[in-house]
């Protein structure tokens, strides 16, 4: 295979890694792919402007006559080992096990609060799992806690636990569930989907097959937001 003939398979690549970025499934100009990838993919973002350069350089290369492309010029062998590079990047498969497998506290609705809340405060955590043994219930939360605080300040002897204040979880707090093997670009699109229907997304948990019932072996909150942010 010649230097064109890798330019050509690379570029190929990286013009189907961008309509998986955008969801798009009928034919898309090259650039309007590229914009519109920029906004949703840190990597395309960073390579832009070489992705512009890399789209010219393609039309020079081939020339379309009664609509076949026929080669016309060589790319150097640095030109294409570059393009081959983010193609090989924008294709990566980046599964949430790759950056959010940890271990993840939890508590039960026996559990007395001051205890649950002294463990989140030493683990330096805001929201927190709760279990039964069917599965997950829902999220504690530490405004839900301070909420619950304040109300009780009036008898500080009362000796409460999580089933007190579970029930002021807001209804339109979501938790959603992933597999270890989803994509990172599904929790990108659960955020961007809440965000769209004005709900806030608590936690997703990561389970082996991404089911609620199974132990939790990861967890993503706002509080990983950067790590996306800047890698995707």
Not at 46 to 74: M, P, S, T
Not at 92 to 121: A, D, G, N, W
Not at 134 to 140: E, R, T
Not at 209 to 231: A, M, S
Request: charged share 25%.
């Amino acid at each position: 295979m010649d230097n064109a003939q890798r330019f050509l398979s690379a570029y190929a690549a990286i013009e189907k890694s961008l309509k998986q970025i955008t969801g798009k499934t009928k034919y898309v100009k090259f650039y309007q792919l590229m914009q519109e990838a920029s906004y949703k993919n840190k990597f395309v973002q960073k390579y832009e402007v070489e992705l512009q350069e890399y789209a010219e350089l393609r039309n020079a290369i081939v020339h379309q006559r009664d609509g076949v492309g026929k080669i016309i010029a060589q790319p150097t062998l640095e030109t294409v080992e570059d393009i081959e590079k983010i193609a090989e990047l924008l294709d990566e498969y980046h599964p949430v096990s790759k950056y959010f497998l940890k271990k993840v506290l939890t508590c039960t609705l026996e559990e007395p609060i001051l205890l649950v809340q002294k463990r989140m405060q030493e683990n330096n955590i805001s929201k927190i799992p709760v279990y039964s043994d069917k599965g997950i219930i829902g999220i504690l939360t530490v405004e839900a806690i301070a909420k619950w605080a304040c109300a009780k300040l009036e008898n500080r002897t009362e000796a409460n636990q999580v089933h007190d204040i579970y029930e002021g979880i807001s209804e339109n707090e979501k938790v959603f569930f992933l597999s270890k093997n989803a994509s990172v670009y599904e929790v990108i699109r659960i955020y961007n989907t809440s965000m769209k229907n004005g709900q806030l997304v608590l936690a997703i948990i990561i389970t082996e097959e991404g089911i609620k019932t199974q132990k939790p072996i990861g967890i993503i909150t706002v509080k990983d937001l950067p790590i996306l942010f800047e890698y995707f």
